[in-house]
């Protein structure tokens, strides 16, 4: 099955800074990998993704990169805030409906 | 984006008990709905997948006479935690999927 590593594990920078978090795949059949947020006591929400058709995908603040062929995905966030701050997961399935596999996440903490 | 409702986000329970939670997918149909438990500080991990109309595949190691999904229409799943116990204490989340993944606000569970 697929196998989802991300790193790091916890990610401190201060406003106005970029953060970036990595995540790699092991199944290179995978062709959709989403990103969420998720706050303390709430659902991940879903805040990009990514199809293996694209190399690049940005919105605002927020882009996606996908290496197919290393089999890694990165989130890149440019111009930190302080509300940036929660756990970001990314994750893989190979087909439109099926289940998703989560990478352990990474918890951003954007200082001001 | 497309929203998926879940309900209640917390319930206490006495031990001994059951527990229904539910996940509804306001608009678009969902054939296929998933349940997830999360522990603290830790990722999200796959309970079952819900097949509208037919039986729950469930995942290695969770009960299903514990934890009865019923997935009667294509807009509501439901997770029923029979005679709950301490243990069951966690936060649960439902997702489902057209083209992208959307996840409920989940349901905080309390046992006492």
């Known amino acids: 099955g697929e196998n989802v590593e991300q790193h790091p594990s916890t990610l401190s920078v201060q406003e106005g800074d970029s953060a970036v978090i990595k995540c790699t795949y092991s199944?290179?059949?995978?062709?959709?990998f989403p990103w969420y947020k998720q706050e303390l006591g709430k659902g991940p929400q879903l805040i990009i993704d990514?199809?293996?058709?694209?190399g690049e995908k940005k919105d605002q603040r927020i882009a996606v990169t996908l290496n197919k062929t290393a089999k890694h995905f990165s989130l890149h966030i440019t111009e930190t805030q302080p509300e940036d701050s929660a756990v970001y997961f990314c994750?893989?399935?190979?087909?439109?409906?099926?289940?998703?596999?989560f990478g352990k996440g990474t918890m951003l903490l954007v200082s001001p | 984006g497309a929203v998926v409702s879940q309900h209640p986000s917390r319930v206490i329970c006495k031990s001994g008990t059951s527990v229904k939670i539910e996940c509804r997918s306001l608009?678009?149909?969902?054939?296929?709905m998933f349940w997830y438990r999360q522990f603290p500080k830790q990722s999200l991990m796959l309970m079952a997948t819900s097949n509208e109309g037919s039986k729950a595949t469930y995942e290695q190691g969770v009960e299903k006479d514990k934890f009865l999904i019923n997935h009667a229409s294509l807009t509501l799943s439901t997770l029923t935690v029979t005679s709950a116990h301490p243990e069951d204490s966690s936060f649960y989340i439902c997702s489902a999927r057209d083209s992208e993944a959307f996840f409920g606000q989940g349901t905080r569970l309390t046992v006492v």
């Open positions: 994750a893989a399935s190979w087909a439109g409906y099926s289940t998703l596999t």
């Open positions: 608009d678009f149909q969902a054939t296929t």
């Open positions: 990514i199809r293996s058709n694209v």
């Open positions: 199944d290179s059949a995978s062709n959709y």
